[in-house]
């Protein structure tokens, strides 16, 4: 594999590089090399499993403030689940760097969702163990927390829970949603859905392919603009 190369592309200098090389390393490339001393990328993803989830965890108690323990779970479960890892890995180009066994390679490894979500997370623990947590929440910050940003991972959130609960706080104030709008043809459907407060004020606005998907960006729009007053 090319170090230097992925070093350049993540902006990011091992100071160890066996320690990335065995990141990339998959245990079907150590069985077909015996005789070499090799060490596959098992070990550096449990490490790297622990490193994310701290990252994670923290990023979401400090924006969300708000947000109860059960809806950060949840939304923590989306960030790290395989779909999302084997996403930030592709974006990465990590398989283009992977080392396999020709097995392996030949039935499609390097593209296979639960060996690159393992190979970020792998990755993950070599850098915490080369630069330590700071860089490794840095690379977090660089490549994943953006994403939760842009909503990415909504579909793992009640917004309309969290909306009503801030709302409670206030006892003279209720929360109700309409469907202002349907868009489009009937196959290709977007609904428009408005949260009211008290009735009457329009205080968040959402659009989905489902009524229920345009109600949880519509609370998710209200609360954002909640936590911005």
Not at 44 to 51: C, K, P, R, S
Not at 171 to 183: G, L, R
Not at 208 to 225: F, H, L, V
């Amino acid at each position: 594999m090319d170090i230097k190369k992925l070093e350049r592309q993540l902006d990011i200098e091992f100071h160890d590089h066996q320690l990335i090389t065995q990141a990339f390393t998959h245990s079907s490339y150590v069985n077909e090399h015996r005789k070499e001393k090799h060490s596959d990328n098992e070990r550096l993803e449990f490490l790297g499993d622990a490193v994310l989830e701290l990252g994670v965890s923290q990023y979401l108690y400090k924006k969300f403030t708000d947000m109860p323990e059960g809806e950060m779970t949840k939304l923590r479960a989306a960030i790290v689940c395989e779909p999302a890892l084997f996403s930030f890995a592709k974006e990465l180009h990590f398989d283009s760097y992977i080392r396999l066994g020709k097995g392996e390679e030949q039935t499609g490894g390097r593209m296979r969702p639960a060996l690159l979500s393992d190979v970020f997370e792998a990755f993950l623990g070599a850098l915490y163990l080369d630069q330590g947590y700071d860089t490794a929440l840095q690379f977090l910050k660089t490549h994943v927390f953006p994403e939760i940003d842009r909503g990415t991972f909504s579909h793992g959130m009640d917004f309309k829970s969290q909306l009503q609960e801030l709302v409670q706080q206030h006892k003279d104030q209720n929360v109700s949603y309409i469907i202002a709008d349907e868009q489009g043809p009937s196959h290709n459907k977007q609904f428009v859905s408005h949260v009211l407060l008290n009735g009457d004020e329009v205080f968040g606005i959402g659009k989905g392919r489902t009524k229920k998907e345009a109600e949880q960006n519509a609370a998710k729009s209200a609360i954002d603009k909640l936590m911005n007053n």
